[in-house]
């Protein structure tokens, strides 16, 4: 190996890393909105509002925006468990795609 392929090899590694910590938060984020997203929003509708404890006009104009806030930051959260099964899936496929371009290179230097 010589110090090309090798300073090559360290930057594919990088790279992936990065790659994969941005898969990581997207998974998430994908989760969040998607299925928590629905599920809150769900709820929202079913609610029944009683003569106590309901925000009123304004938690019936802002409920949407903290609804989406909430679902972000419920499938970002580290113990997501339908978030690290999406992350699971994707990660062994995007290491799969490093691991076949970087052979690709290899054979083309």
Same mark, same amino acid.
């Given at each position: 190996? @010589?110090?090309? #392929? &090798? *300073? #090559?090899? =360290?930057? @594919? &590694? *990088?790279? +992936? ?7 990581? !938060?997207?998974?998430? /984020?994908?989760? %969040?909105? +998607?299925?928590?997203? @629905?599920? =809150? !929003? #769900? ?5 029944? !509002?009683? $003569? ?6 304004? $938690? $019936? ?6 609804d989406a806030i909430l679902a972000e930051r419920m499938g970002t959260a580290g113990n997501s468990g339908l978030a690290n099964v999406l992350y699971d899936r994707l990660e062994r496929q995007q290491i799969g ?7 690709? /290179? $290899? %054979? *083309? &230097?």
């Open positions: 190996m @010589t110090v090309d #392929t &090798a *300073s #090559t090899s =360290l930057n @594919t &590694a *990088s790279n +992936v890393d990065r790659d994969l910590a941005a898969l990581r !938060k997207t998974s998430g /984020q994908i989760v %969040g909105s +998607v299925f928590y997203g @629905t599920l =809150l !929003k #769900t709820m929202r509708q079913s609610v029944i !509002k009683g $003569e106590y404890g309901h925000g009123g006009r304004g $938690e $019936e104009v802002f409920a949407n925006q903290l795609m490093s691991r076949a371009s970087a052979l690709a /290179q $290899e %054979g *083309s &230097a």
